[in-house]
Nanobody, 124 residues
Framework: QVQLVESGGGLVQAGGSLRLSCAASGRTFSSAAMGWFRQAPGKEQHFVAAIRGSGRTANYADSVRGRFIISRDNAKNTVYLQMNSLKPEDTAVYYC?????????????????WGQGTQVTVSS
């Protein structure tokens, strides 16, 4: 089975930066699109960013475009989310997810595997 483990969350002041990591298991990591989603307590899960299996193309939610950067290192079976210019509204649990196909999606139902989540808290 595919396993995903997020790390790098924490507390940061508004305007600061954090880098999240997601370590993935599996023999076909390089061919699987990866995504990041986030969820605040009592709210629905929202798409953040996704990247193609090759790492050459990516997609972002409007709320994070220009501030967040998704990347991957297939040799390390790891996907990253660099978060810059953080805002209090970015506070949420961030989840890493994997598809079973090469192209990304912004729909949570298209992702088959999920990590445990990592908390990001942005103070004002």
């Amino acid at each position: 089975q595919v396993q995903l483990v997020e790390s790098g969350g924490g507390l940061v002041q508004a305007g600061g930066s954090l880098r999240l990591s997601c370590a993935a298991s599996g023999r076909t990591f390089s061919s699987a699109a990866m995504g990041w989603f986030r969820q605040a307590p009592g709210k629905e899960q929202h798409f953040v960013a996704a990247i193609r299996g090759s790492g050459r193309t990516a997609n972002y939610a409007d709320s994070v475009r220009g501030r967040f950067i998704i990347s991957r290192d297939n040799a390390k079976n790891t996907v990253y989310l660099q978060m810059n210019s953080l805002k209090p509204e970015d506070t949420a649990v961030y989840y890493c997810a994997a598809r079973t196909t090469e192209y990304y999606s912004n729909y949570h139902g298209d992702y088959a595997y999920w990590g445990q989540g990592t908390q990001v808290t942005v103070s004002s």
